[in-house]
């Protein structure tokens, strides 16, 4: 099944003393002339139906805010969805279908890498901004002047994993668990490469299938390696719920410290107690920054439970695309490109924003722990230089 959504928000009740307000959708007659429209590539069926739904939300959240501040360029922002069905063809169709409507000025993707892989040709012909949430080093090196992270890429988040497991927790002897899909491959490289360099050594590199069942033959080969820390790149949530129960169904209680998807909402409610003690490099973390707590506040108050990175992202990408378009004053491509380049020093959700030419706007992680199903900051790492 494939949805098309048009969401208009208007303002509502003020949140808390955020600034922040309510989402309320509605679809007025004859909008569509009078309004700037992006596009949002989301999954709303599949596997990652749940984190479609939680990137919907940050995305309302801030739709909602920019609009009382006035809208871009005077006019309200309208959000038209198209559901991916958490598949790269999926992706690819749901873009496509976008791309076709010609007064949409701006874009925000996917946030598996895989995804954003395949529709990078179509994004290329395009020619419009899209803001993306995937995570591999190489979705910014490919040449596409018009795709824009963020999310810190893995080169950041493999070496805080590395930093972390090597300095903090001491541990030298490594089991790497990744999906064989674009995003787990190469944090899985990534990852090697940091620890060679932090004198560590990799016992065991093990792959897996995106939407396995079954991870017993991976724990048993965690458990004949002789790791003492587990580092993980696991690309859906459902994966990582199954495989932390199994893990220490079948007794490994060695430490981990995996990407962002161990400390994501739907991780945690699948893999519950199992989770316990192990630790995430995440890029938002509430009680971060100031604009972190204030995001958890607006999101706590409209969706009844906590943020992750599903919504974050996204919050900042409404929130960030809004700013370049006002900055650049024309709903021009090629102009909002140019002001999204521009940006330093934006505090947002997920961390200060400060793109670089590749396309990078955040450029470190959080380091959180999980405390019996309650995820604790630690300390933020941050690689940006000016």
């Known amino acids: 099944m494939r949805t098309t959504r048009r969401v208009f928000l208007k303002s509502a009740a003020t949140v808390a003393a955020t600034g922040l307000v309510a989402p309320s959708i509605i679809r007025p007659a004859g909008a569509q002339g009078g309004t700037v429209r992006i596009g949002m590539v989301l999954p709303v069926t599949g596997p990652g139906a749940d984190a479609g739904r939680f990137a919907l939300n940050g995305a309302k959240i801030a739709l909602e805010a920019v ?22 063809p999926g992706a ?5 279908k ?6 949409l000025v701006a874009f925000i993707g996917s946030i598996r890498s895989t995804q954003n892989h395949a529709m990078a040709p179509d994004i290329l012909k ?23 992270r963020f999310r810190p890429n893995d080169s950041f988040s493999a070496r805080v994993i590395a930093e972390y497991g090597t300095s903090t927790l001491n541990k030298k002897k490594w089991a790497i668990i990744h999906s064989t899909d674009a995003f787990g491959t190469s944090g899985a490289k990534a990852l090697t490469e940091a620890l060679g360099k932090s004198g560590a050594t990799v016992a065991l590199d093990q792959g897996y299938t995106n ?36 893990l ?79 900055a650049a004053g024309k709903t021009d491509p090629k102009a909002i490109r140019e002001a999204l380049l521009a940006i330093r020093g934006h505090e947002g959700a997920e961390g200060t924003y400060n793109f670089d030419q590749n396309g990078d706007g955040l450029h470190g992680y959080n380091v959180v722990r999980n405390d019996k199903g309650n995820i604790v900051f630690d300390k933020r790492i941050d690689f940006y230089k000016a």
């Open 211 to 246: 939407q396995s069942q079954d991870f017993t033959p991976v724990v048993l080969a965690i458990r004949q390696s002789g790791a003492d820390v587990i580092g993980s790149y696991f690309t859906f949530e459902n994966d990582l719920g199954i495989f932390a129960r199994q």
């Open 92 to 96: 690819v169709l749901a873009f496509s």
């Open 126 to 148: 395009t020619g419009k901004p899209v803001a993306f949430g995937g995570t591999d080093p190489v979705l910014t090196q490919l040449g596409n002047p018009w795709l824009f």
């Open 67 to 88: 609009n009382k501040a006035g809208g871009v360029l005077g006019k309200p922002m309208e959000l038209v969805t198209e559901d991916d069905q958490t598949t790269n």
């Open 98 to 103: 976008l791309a076709s409507q010609p007064d």
């Open 248 to 326: 220490r169904q079948l007794g490994v209680q060695a430490p981990w410290v995996g990407s962002a998807s161990i400390v994501n909402v739907t991780a945690l409610k699948l893999a519950g107690p199992s989770l316990y003690n192990t630790f995430g490099v995440a890029d938002y973390a509430e009680e971060s920054s100031d604009a972190a707590r204030n995001f958890g506040k607006a999101y706590r108050a409209v969706m009844k439970l906590a943020p992750d990175n599903q919504s974050s992202w996204t919050f900042d990408a409404v929130t960030v695309l809004a700013k370049a378009i006002n």
